[in-house]
């Protein structure tokens, strides 16, 4: 099995008010192609900094992020760009990730023009087909983000992330702030495009009944590690690790 | 929005009317009067110093002369400058075009310098350039105008006699030179009381503005930028800056009065013929007529600039303005 994204030992640390805080403590894991990969942890272990380490939104501090063959963290110039066409990202909030000011279109077009991947007039064209694909209108590029309900607003955060013909996406709690009801669309929707352009999806979740629908394995994270990782079904019968027997005791069961 | 507008025209004719009786007031609290120095000595008699003070209006009760004056107002007559032999309408028509010229240049630079310095502060967060420029800024903001302008006149001017130190133009023949020698008289004349005063401006907005900022760059917006492979210029020029710049321009409008407080010593110390040189001059004369009209235009300016850098402040964030 060739993995898309082979991460070894990384460490993402801060500087906190009292010295240095290590998010992210020599986590390994790797993700294969075409695979849902969720990764979930307790708020503060470390699950977000990671896949932003990964994208290399944040620096790392030691460790090595390979993707498809290429060292991540040595990038620059325009293999960097190239990484940042093939790895994109969804925010948990998208009224805070979309830039206010701009229109739907232009939101989602700006990743187009900055990789030149369409002419001019194809790109609005693009614009339009990936707005449909995402369930939105094309007559949506013209509004602006705050006119749009929070699910809409997070489909537009997807068309924009697949606007560059990605391979692989961190959704990071991309659901999270949504209710029930259009978190299953949406999630339904990330799933038929997950079929549709085999994309590889890196999963950051704190709730794990989200995760038991559309994950292909689970890796548990624990103090900026990663203390368990097993496909889905298995880790949902056996837990092996206290954090992921904790997790799965936290979820609502009706006693019948 | 029409009521928006009317509004705001009656806060403005409020605030004038304020201004004015202040001011009205407290010139008749200050000692003398016109004539106090040329008929205020011994030699000069009672009688002769009672019928000239008579033929001006002098004698009548100061709340009778302002009603003179505010009626005249309404018919659009600012009065007769006793101190320069011409009428208010005269010496102010010749003086504001030079203020404004004065001010206009000092602001557009100065804006555009300070939003320049936050921008490569923002790009070198925390590195030396930030740190450099971030130091000259405080300066900027600490030192006084007039203590610049006197340094800029002593180097710049009197030293190295790089630029004239007075005045907006040429002697001599200057009047006759060709349209565009005569503009680059005059801008050479500019270059040092808008420098200082731009340096002013530049040092208040580079602050304000890498604050604004550096606030918008922990945003989520600026991060999905960043991963779809924008420059950090581009994130930083394209995405940051038109969500930042907002407050900025908002208290530019609020900073213009101060501005205009500020072209007044500037004007002094460079001999720059504006409003505030004119202003100046009226006060030490008690050219009582002049200074009214003086501060009474230095105050609309201000409510204007204010209405309107309101305007693009909302221009630039729709947000703000269609949200509820």
Redesign the interface.
Known sequence: MSALLEVRDLVVAYEGRDGRVRAVDGASLDVARGETMALVGESGSGKTSLG?AI?R?VPAASGSVHFDGADVRGLAGDA??RF??QA??V?Q?PL???????RVGDIVR??ID??ALAPRADANRRVARLLEEVGLRAEDAER?P?EFSGGERQRI?IA??LA?EPEFLVLDEAVSALDVLVRRQVLDLLATLQAARGLTYLFIAHDLAVVERIATRVAVMQQGRIVECAPTAELFAAPASGAAQALLAAIPRIAW | MPREIVTRLLHAIAVCAVVATSVFVLIQCAPGDPFATALDGADVPPSVRAEWRARYGFDLPPGERFVRWAAALTRGELGYAASRHRTVAEVVGDAMPRTLLLVGVALGLGFAAGVGIALVQTRHHRRWQDRVLGALTLGGVAVPEFLVALLAMTWLGARWRLFPVAGMGSLGDAGAWPLWERILDLVWHLALPAGVLALAVASRVARHQRAALLAVMR???I????????GEW?VIVR?AL??AIGPVIALLGLALPSLVGGAVLIERIFGWPGMGLTLFDALLARDYPLILAAVLLATVLAVVARTVTDAIAEY????RA??R
Do not use: C, W
């Open positions: 932003r994208l939104l960097l760009r940042r066409r994109q990202v925010f909030d805070a990730s979309l830039d206010p000011r701009m700006e990743g900055i990789h602006l705050h955060a924009r992330a560059v | 945003e989520d917006y991060r999905t930028a960043r991963a779809k492979g924008l581009d995405h038109p969500n630039v964030a729709p947000r269609r949200e």
